[in-house]
C-alpha cells in the first residue's frame, strides 16, 4: 500500500507491503474555527483571568514576543487585528512605542528575509526586533525559586504593557508550549534557557504533563517575573488552520489550550511496534535537525525494545545549533555522549544530542533528510533512502508490525497496558 507523508513543504511517497500490519497514529480532526477574527475578537473582550484592554491603565510603551518561523502561528492574520486593538483602547499610545520582539530563544536571529515571510506588510508604523539569545541586551529581572536568573531582552522587559502570543503544541519536557514560553524562553538569554532547561530529566518533566513538571513551573514564574500580563495562545490543526483561540493571563490560558491539545493530540497506545516511520508533520516542523529530533520523542515510545525508527526531516536550514554540532562531533558513540552528559554539568546544545543519543542507543534509526551525509555523520546520525531503508527491515523482519506517525512532533501517548 502507499502511504504519502509530509517532509518539507511537499510530501514523501512510500510503499508498504499489504501483508504487514500498519497503524496510522494522527491526531483527532479537528474543525478549524469558521471566523478566527471574530472569535479573537470576543476573546479580547472577555480575556481569562485579566481585564480587557479598554479597562487597563492607557500604557506608554507596549512590547509584544511573537515566535519566529519554527512556530507556524499565524501572526500575518492575529497580529494586525490585535495592533488595531490596542490603538482603538489607548489612542495616545504612540505606534513607535510598540515593539514587536521576534523570539526563537537559542536559535539564530531571525534576518530580514525571515521576518518579511511570518510578519505582515503593514505593522502600523510599530518596531520590530529580531531577538537573539546570545547577543541581544538583557534586563535581569529577578531570580525564580528554582534559581533561573530572568533575564529578558530590554525591548521587551522595558515595556509597561507586555502581551506574548504563541501557539500550544506538546513539549517533550515542557510538557506544553504556551503561556509566557514564548517570553520565558523565546526572549530570554541563553544562561536563562539553560537554567530552565537543565531540568529536562526531572520527574515529571515529559511530554503532554503540566501538573508538577518543574520545567513547566519555572517558566509560568519567570513570566510572572517578567510581567506578561496577557497571553494569546492557539491550538492548531495539522494543516495549520486554528481550532482553538484563548486570551489572557498566560498560565490560566496555557492550560485552557493544553487541554484542547491534548484532547486533539493524545493518543492512547496499546502495543510497541517493530518499525516507526515518524515524519515531524512538514515544515516548518522540520526546517532543521535540531527542531526535527522532537519527533523522536513519541517514536522511541511507541517503538518496542531495540525496534527499528525511520525519522522523515527534510531540513533545509541544516542542523540548526552550532553547539549541538561541536558537542556531538566529540564523540564516536551515542552511549559515549550518554555517558559524557551524564557525569558534566547541563549544557545547551549537549542536551539535543543527549536526547538524540537516549533513542538511538535503543533503536536502529535511520533518517531520510537533505542534509548532506557530512553532517549526519558528524551528528552520529546514519542516512538513508526512505523506501531502500524499509525494503531492507522488512526483509529482516517479514511480518513486521508498522507504525506510522505522520505528526511526530505534535503527537504524545498515553501509554495503556
Known sequence: MKYSIRYGPGALSIILPDSLHVDVFTPRFAQPLADPLALFARALDNPEGVPPLEAMLEPRSVAIAVPDETRPFPLKALLPALLDRLFAAFPKLAHEKVRIVVGGGLHEAPDQAQLARILPQDLRGCSVVSHDARRSAVRHMGWTSRGTPVEINTAYADAELKIVMGMVDVHQFVGFTGGAKGVAVGCASAAMITANH???????????????????????????????KLAINVVLTPEKEIAALFVGDPPRVMRSAAAESRRLCGLSLYDRYDIVIASCGGAPKDICLYQAQKGLEPARHCARPGGKILLLAQCPQGIGDERYTAYVARFFSHDAVLRDFRRHAFAMGAHKAFLFARTAAEHELVLHTDLPDADTARCLLNKGDAQTTLNGWFRQIPAAKVAILPYANTTFFRRTD
Open 198 to 228: 537543565r531540568m529536562l530529566s526531572e520527574a515529571g518533566a515529559f511530554a503532554g504533563n503540566i501538573e508538577g513538571n518543574p520545567v513547566r513551573d519555572d517558566l509560568d514564574e519567570a513570566g510572572a517575573i517578567a510581567g506578561v
